[in-house]
């Protein structure tokens, strides 16, 4: 749903420096997708807009660690303020840098391990699967991603906003819960999507 | 009469829609793409597919050309180019072509020329199939919104 006069996050990732904002529109989700297949990028783009995310899609973790200003070569120039990302949703399988890399330069570094990061797989592997909740995953989707992935993941972030912008309690407790969440992290593979338990109890 | 037209043109994509369903050619991904097109993407799943067409091809000829390189097969890329085809096969819905690719990808991690050979000639066959029937979908699409334009203003 587009709404008048709002320029969408339409770039692409080879003109990285050179797009255009649209004002900060604080109810909107900003989802930072990443994949290296264009038909891929496609649908997932779609998926995001279609439930009110703004989307910016990358082809690959470096341009992901770039548009972050994670990168130490080659910086956004934007400022950090209009690029707050709510969430990271990454493939796992990419040449180069994979998902799972991408993930842990994510979690390392201070200004951007509090992002939820989803990983999307065509893969449903076990270990794959552990590996990416324990290095700090909050989700992990088997591909083909449909409108149901996407939506329980909008009702997640909107819940996070709702819980970030009202809780008094300082960071630390939020990493201690992000833990004790990801150990206790229910193997349940339904539809290829892994519940995070504790998860709902954040909101409660 | 021109809507009688539209309405025609409609249960003809109905029915070819069907077929594929029935026969496996396409899953319910592919519903998941329709469903995703409405008046702000009007063209969604064509430029999607036709993506997928473009991309494909090139694989095709990858793999074509790694197999006929009797010297060294690099089965390795092949595997790559594999993962790539059924993943955007998966992403799409084309459920026949991935499964194919599958059992390719399957015959090179046991550097499997014959069974390679075999699956990519079985690969190059469903593909075509596939694109034959999606154009055919789409070209009945076109008709359909032509014949309905006519009678109901485009715009609104």
Known sequence: ?204 | MLGLGADRLRADMNRLLALLFHQGVLDEQFLQLQQLQDESSPNFVSEVVNIYFHESEKLLRNLRGLLMDRECSDYKKMGIHLNQFIGSSSSIGAKRVRNVCVAFRAASEQNNRAGCLRALELLEHEYCYLKNKLHELFQLEQQRLLAAGVRYPMQN
């Open chain 1, 1 to 204: 749903m587009a709404r008048n006069g709002v320029v969408s996050m339409h770039w692409r990732s080879e003109k990285i420096d050179g797009f255009d904002l649209s004002p900060p529109d604080d109810e909107q989700v900003h989802v930072l997708a990443v994949d290296d297949s264009l038909v891929d990028r496609k649908v997932i783009e779609r998926l995001l807009k279609i439930s009110c995310c703004k989307v910016t899609a990358v082809d690959s973790g470096i341009r992901a660690l770039q548009f972050l200003g994670l990168d130490e070569e080659k910086s956004s120039s934007v400022g950090f303020d209009d690029l707050k990302v709510d969430l990271i949703i990454t493939d796992y399988c990419m040449p180069g840098m994979t998902g799972y890399e991408l993930l842990k330069k994510i979690k390392e570094s201070s200004t951007f391990r509090e992002i939820p990061v989803v990983i999307m797989s065509s893969e449903n592997v076990m270990a794959r699967i552990d590996r990416c909740l324990e290095e700090g995953a909050e989700d992990f989707i088997v591909k083909p991603v449909k409108l149901s992935d996407v939506k329980r993941l909008r009702d997640y972030m909107t819940a996070r906003e709702f819980r970030v912008k009202n809780q008094q309690i300082g960071n630390n407790n939020n990493i201690k819960n992000n833990n004790k969440r990801r150990l206790s992290a229910r193997r349940n593979i339904w539809n290829g999507i892994v519940f995070v338990d504790d998860l709902l109890g954040m909101f409660a």
